[in-house]
């Protein structure tokens, strides 16, 4: 069975604080790993693609752990904007539709 | 570029009304997939298709549940008859894949609540 599983949270913390959301993943074969944004009452939107080197956009750090199957995403100095449901996506292989885990809620507060 | 647009928005029915849902996707991506959203079990792959033709459509919850793809530039969801517990947001998404599956681009969703 191909599962994505995430820690639903809330995460509440304060403007500027560092917060990390882990995803594990089910099946080592998987090839692609995503984190999607969902706003409130919104559309998921790709947030950023995870590569095995780890990968940086900005604020956003996202890293791979292929030997313990999950990936994580790091915010640095939040941003009251950044309160959103981030969703943990894998692509089990180019064949099958991408696979998305529930989702974290983070808010962020002033 | 106008992005993947669903229809309608938001519907509000009663129980045993057949629903028809639909998605036009962005011109010359070829997959297309219909969501379903819930607060319990979150965004859950229903069907979809690569160049109009459905893959896999396990995740249709039952019969009474349909949608076909009759050309590249629309899909339609039919629910019929709804069910209170069919209430969801709907999200239709479409992509280009070549090799992989490609970015996923959503649809603002419909939201619908059968009563």
């Known amino acids: 069975r191909k599962e994505v599983e995430q820690d639903p949270g809330p995460f509440n913390v304060p403007e500027g604080a560092t917060v990390a959301f882990n995803c594990t993943y089910s099946n080592s074969a998987s090839q692609s790993f995503f984190w999607y944004r969902q706003d409130c009452r919104k559309e998921p939107k790709l947030l950023m693609s995870?590569?095995?080197s780890g990968n940086e956009d900005g604020r956003f750090t996202a890293q791979l752990n292929r030997a313990s199957q999950y990936i994580s995403l790091l915010i640095r100095d939040s941003k009251l904007s950044d309160s959103a449901t981030y969703l943990c996506?894998?692509?089990?292989?180019?064949?099958?539709?991408?696979?998305f885990g529930k989702g974290t809620r983070l808010s962020v507060i002033a | 570029d106008a992005g993947v647009i669903q229809s309608p928005r938001h519907e509000v029915t009663e129980m045993g009304q057949e629903v028809t849902l639909r998605c036009k996707p962005i011109s010359g991506h070829n997959s297309l997939f219909w969501y379903r959203q819930t607060m319990m079990r979150g965004l859950e792959l229903l069907i979809y298709?690569?160049?109009?033709?459905?893959?896999?459509d396990s995740g249709m919850p039952e019969d009474r549940f349909s949608a076909k793809m009759p050309n590249a530039s629309f899909s339609t969801l039919k629910i019929q008859p709804s069910e209170p517990r069919d209430s969801a947001v709907y999200f239709c998404a479409s992509s280009y894949r070549q090799g992989g599956t490609g970015e996923l681009f959503f649809g603002e969703g419909s939201r619908l609540t059968v009563l």
């Open positions: 298709f690569n160049n109009n033709v459905p893959i896999d």
């Open positions: 996506v894998v692509d089990y292989s180019g064949n099958t539709p991408l696979v």
């Open positions: 995870v590569y095995s």
